[in-house]
């Protein structure tokens, strides 16, 4: 594999079929679970942007020439996204100095409002993917995991009101 592909693929990943952005997600649950414990919400918000840079030009030479702007193989943004969707957790273990593996309920919910928000489309994230092009393939998923950050407080607080 090329550099590019390496990149947009997360090492082959999005190859696994059926649903290669579900796969892209699972897998970057134990990356931001590693980049979270080595370094804390420094190293993912970090990870995060690396992340986003590579994807957006891994993104763009996968693409280039075809008419399809936004392959299932490429899973990099599903990864960021996911990323992005797990921030609150990092952000309260590291404030708070508690293992953020025991905020499990929190790993599930930011998984599935994830996923149920880059499927699902309303709204920018929709905007964002119409785009056509390598930026929107990756905003999409940005904006995704933003909305799905904020589900996961907001389904925090309630829990935690009660």
């Known amino acids: 594999m090329r550099g590019a ?10 190859y696994v079929k059926p649903a290669s952005g579900t796969w892209g ?5 134990p990356w931001a679970w590693l980049l979270h414990v080595v370094g804390g919400l420094p190293l993912l918000v970090v990870g995060i942007a690396v992340a986003f840079a590579a994807g957006w030009w891994a993104t763009a030479r996968m693409t280039a020439g075809s008419d399809d702007h936004d392959p299932s193989e490429i899973v990099v943004d599903e990864l960021v996204g996911q990323w992005i969707a797990l921030l609150p957790l990092s952000v309260a273990s590291w404030r708070m ?7 499990w309920p929190g790993w599930i919910a930011a998984f599935v409002l994830f996923r149920l928000f880059d499927i ?6 929709g ?6 092009d390598p930026l929107g393939v990756m905003l999409d998923d940005v904006i995704a995991g933003i909305v799905a950050a904020i589900g996961v407080v907001v389904l925090a607080g309630a829990y935690h009101a009660f």
């Open 120 to 125: 699902w489309k309303p709204g920018p994230i």
């Open 97 to 103: 100095g508690i293992d953020i593996t025991v905020m």
């Open 25 to 29: 997600s699972l897998v970057a649950l």
């Open 5 to 14: 592909e390496l990149i947009g693929t997360v090492l082959g990943v999005g």
């Open 127 to 132: 905007w964002a993917d119409r785009r056509g």
